[in-house]
């Protein structure tokens, strides 16, 4: 699967969530009352983040179901944009950084033209290969498309930032996860001061922000 699994992350782990991490600031007021919405939405009978999506896309209904959690139309507005920042969105192929034309040409000849289906139809090995074999295509190419399109299923992990990333030896989620901010920010800067002339100083916050996201990607890849 290449996005998140909403219904596989509870109101609990979601307010878990929203109380410990740096939010950006047009969302922090989403902590003064989420432990009491989450507690009136689970008394109505939802408990997971994919029951909360679908109960807020309806947004014609926010003035009633605003009273009913005791807050106001705005907060809704605010609650239902981050719930979605879980849900990742595909990339063209041609939007990532250092994938070679050919690559590129190659896999769009049999329909792959998104991160999205790059991920579903490459992740499990024996696939891979095959569509390697078929391509004509190194291994090790299609692999490092692969893991860039693992990358940006990240929330706010770019093109651009997904190449750096894999520069320095953070190839998915999984990496992401195991590898702590400040080896990240240190990482990158050094990274890019010798490769672009530029020291891009990741901020802390930025690093984790990303980091909360890595937990709840499905990990289908297989090495």
């Known amino acids: 699967m290449y996005a998140a699994d909403l219904s596989a992350i509870s109101l609990d782990d979601f307010e878990r969530t929203l109380l410990s991490v740096e939010l950006i600031p047009s969302r922090r007021v989403l902590r003064d009352r989420i432990s009491d919405v989450c507690r009136r939405l689970r008394d109505r009978g939802v408990d997971d983040l994919e029951g909360s999506r679908l109960l807020l896309r309806d947004k014609g209904g926010y003035p009633e179901l605003a009273i009913e959690l005791g807050v106001d139309v705005e907060y ?26 050919e690559t590129l040409e190659a896999l769009e000849s049999v329909g792959i033209h998104t991160t999205e289906d790059l991920y579903e139809r490459a992740a499990g090995k024996r696939h ?7 391509l004509d295509l190194p291994k090790e190419r299609l692999m490092y498309a692969l893991e860039l399109s693992d990358l940006v299923r990240i929330t706010g ?28 920010q240190q990482r990158y800067a050094d990274h890019t001061e010798a490769t672009l002339g530029r020291r891009e100083v990741l901020g802390i916050a930025d690093i984790d922000y990303c980091r909360r996201y890595c937990t709840a990607l499905p990990d289908d890849i297989e090495r």
């Open 76 to 101: 809704l507005t605010l609650l239902s944009r981050e719930i979605n920042s879980y849900r990742t969105r595909p990339l063209a192929l041609a939007r990532l950084a250092g994938l070679p034309s």
């Open 128 to 134: 891979r290969r095959k569509l390697a074999e078929a």
């Open 157 to 184: 992990v770019g093109p651009a930032s997904a190449h750096v990333l894999h520069e320095i030896g953070i190839h998915g989620p999984r990496d992401y996860l195991a590898t702590d901010s400040a080896t990240i």
